[in-house]
Every structure is written in structure tokens, then in C-alpha cells.
T-cell receptor, first 113, second 114 residues
Framework: ETGVTQSPTHLIKTRGQQVTLRCSSQ?????VSWYQQALGQGPQFIFQ???????GRGNFPPRFSGLQFPNYSSELNVNALELDDSALYLCASSLDRGNYGYTFGSGTRLTVV | AQSVTQPDIHITVSEGASLELRCNYSYGATPYLFWYVQSPGQGLQLLLKYFSGDTLVQGIKGFEAEFKRSQSSFNLRKPSVHWSDAAEYFCAVALSGGYQKVTFGTGTKLQVIP
């Protein structure tokens, strides 16, 4: 098992900019979910992708978007960054939609200034 | 809407002492229930999960949790805490079926003193 890797580990962006965060899922895992974890909070569900299609979405605006690729990698894109977007972004993969055995990456710490 | 409450923000225990972290959920049906642990600068690691069946669930690292339907609770326990258990612990719930939206509590930070 290769685990879940995320890049970059840390990132600083200016308000209004756009950012792309990357995740490489565990091999064979066809489901990937993204979470936002603000400081002192639990992770909040952004969305989930299953076989390259969005399969569910939390309470996040459309400027949060994603992609999933056939090679088990995925991206989280955030447009028009706001200060409140500063958080740890976590990627989690699982074997299938019905399998809740998430494997989490270590996250990308995004700071918006 | 489903919600998870972890009433203790911070807990301090002595090494070797027992531990119980509280978790209550609010949902119309019995959801799937989880406990995760997060060390500083790390992602989350699944300790254990409950879907159905035996209400006492064994997990990794010597942790266990008990589901009590009447109290809507899923408390995490460990009989003897080790210094390496110091971390933040999250209780989480999910709907059965559909997509895997997991709702997390706000976490309990565990400090272990020698």
C-alpha cells in the first residue's frame, strides 16, 4: 500500500487568487473525498468523487471544485480565495463508495493573506 | 441535520490511567459511527467503527468504544493510557448508503502527563 499523499504540504496565497491542491490516492481506491479543517475544528466535508464524477457535496460554494483522474490522483481547486479559506485541506480515499475505511493524507495547510 | 457533539474540548490524564472520551450524536436513525485520531501535523487515522451488531467495538492501539442507542452515545475508552496516545480525537457519523459524507465532531485534545 502506498497510502495517500498530498502536495504541497504548505501554501501561502493572497486573497482573490486561485489555488490547486493535489492528492494521490491509495492504489485501487476509486473514491476520494476532500475535507476542510479550520483551526480548532473538526474536518468539514467539501465533496466526494467516485470514478471521476462528483458523487456528493457539502455546504461549500461553487468556487470549490474538483477533479479525479483515472490514475487515482485528484485535485481540489479553489477560486477567488478568501481569508476564511485558510485551513488544513485533507484528502481521503476509500476502496468504494460503500466502504467507509478512509485513508487520510497528511493534508495541505493553506494560508490566505 | 445530523450532528456530533464532543463535550470535552481538552482532557488531561496521567499515564497509566484509564480514559473515556464522550461522543453524542443527533440523528433520526442509527448512523455509522467512527472514532479517528489526529497527531499534530498529521492526517486522521481510523481507530474503530460501528455499523451494526455487537455494541462494544474493539479498535487499534487498545481502544474500544461502546454504542448506546438509548443515550445516542458512542464513547471511546482505553484502560491504560500511554504517553504516545496524546493527540486529538474525533468522533464522526455517516449515513448508511449514498455517498460517504462523514460528519465530524469538534474534537477532544488529550494530554498525557507522566
Amino acid at each position: 500500500e502506498t497510502g495517500v499523499t498530498q502536495s504541497p504540504t504548505h501554501l501561502i496565497k493572497t486573497r482573490g487568487q486561485q489555488v490547486t491542491l493535489r492528492c494521490s490516492s491509495q492504489s485501487g481506491h476509486n473514491t476520494v473525498s476532500w475535507y476542510q479543517q479550520a483551526l480548532g475544528q473538526g474536518p468539514q466535508f467539501i465533496f466526494q468523487y467516485y470514478r471521476e464524477e462528483e458523487n456528493g457535496r457539502g455546504n461549500f460554494p461553487p468556487r470549490f471544485s474538483g477533479l479525479q483522474f483515472p490514475n487515482y490522483s485528484s485535485e481540489l481547486n479553489v477560486n477567488a480565495l478568501e481569508l476564511d479559506d485558510s485551513a488544513l485541506y485533507l484528502c481521503a480515499s476509500s476502496l468504494d463508495r460503500g466502504n467507509y475505511g478512509y485513508t487520510f493524507g497528511s493534508g495541505t495547510r493553506l494560508t490566505v493573506v | 441535520a445530523q450532528s456530533v457533539t464532543q463535550p470535552d474540548i481538552h482532557i488531561t490524564v496521567s499515564e497509566g490511567a484509564s480514559l473515556e472520551l464522550r461522543c453524542n450524536y443527533s440523528y433520526g436513525a442509527t448512523p455509522y459511527l467512527f472514532w479517528y485520531v489526529q497527531s499534530p501535523g498529521q492526517g486522521l487515522q481510523l481507530l474503530l467503527k460501528y455499523f451494526s451488531g455487537d455494541t462494544l467495538v474493539q479498535g487499534i492501539k487498545g481502544f474500544e468504544a461502546e454504542f448506546k442507542r438509548s443515550q445516542s452515545s458512542f464513547n471511546l475508552r482505553k484502560p491504560s493510557v500511554h504517553w504516545s496516545d496524546a493527540a486529538e480525537y474525533f468522533c464522526a457519523v455517516a449515513l448508511s448508503g449514498g455517498y460517504q459524507k462523514v460528519t465530524f465532531g469538534t474534537g477532544t485534545k488529550l494530554q498525557v502527563i507522566p
